[in-house]
Structures are given as C-alpha cells and as structure tokens.
C-alpha cells in the first residue's frame, strides 16, 4: 500500500505522530483481507470480528511531512482463531523506517474466540 504523509499524519516537528502507524498497519491488513476476497462488512455479517491482541511495533527511522511509504503486509502465522500479520514500512528511497507486528484474534458479537472459518484460513495463506 503506497501512502502520502499529509501534514495530519505528523507531530510539531513534522515526523509522523508514532500512533499513527497502528492506523497505516490497519489499513493495509483491511486492503491484504480484501484482496483476498474478505472485506470487514462480510466477516461482520458472518459473525466474525478481528480485534486486536497484540501490537509490536519497531520505529527504526522516521517518516516525515511529505515522503511516500510503502506498506507492505503478509502472515507470518496463523490457526483457527488468529492471524500474526507483519507490516513493513520503508520511504520512497526504500529505507526502512517501522516493522509491525500485529496479532488479530477472531472473536464472536460477545467477544468470545470463534474460529475463523477453513474458507478465511486457506485465504489468508494463500
């Protein structure tokens, strides 16, 4: 996913503000489960929810005003009811700048852990 950093994305100094990398993560990971044929809406209607377990982030150079990232996502693990995504973002001269990584646990309309469907599993290792 290419991304233009607008003014709002930063801080006073112009860097991007830190938490909004979680919002570039989540992005990407709506566009990778879209392009495998799930889009949020569907798996809501289906009774399956993605939330998120655990973030770990790295900040490894900063992203300014300006510059054009790349954000890159794939599956580094996954079983019946989570999905480890790993989120790279390098700037327009292919330098890295942060490296996520997310943990989504499939969870019913009460909260509780649901398996994701074989359907949704053998997409997301596709």
Known sequence: ?????????????GVVYYANYLK?????????????????PTLMQRGQYF????????????????????VSTKVLEISDIKIVFE????????????KGKTTLVCVDK???????GTDVKQAMQA
């Open 110 to 116: 009460n909260g509780s852990p649901t398996p994701m």
């Open 51 to 70: 939330v998120v377990a655990r973030q770990e982030t790295e900040y490894k150079f900063p992203v300014r005003y300006g510059d054009v990232i790349d």
């Open 24 to 40: 570039f993560f989540e992005e990407a990971r709506t566009l990778y489960m879209a392009e495998k044929g799930f889009s949020v």
């Open 1 to 13: 996913m290419k991304k233009t950093i607008f003014y709002h994305d930063t801080d006073c100094g």
């Open 87 to 98: 989120n790279i973002i390098t700037n327009q001269n292919g330098r890295l700048c942060t």
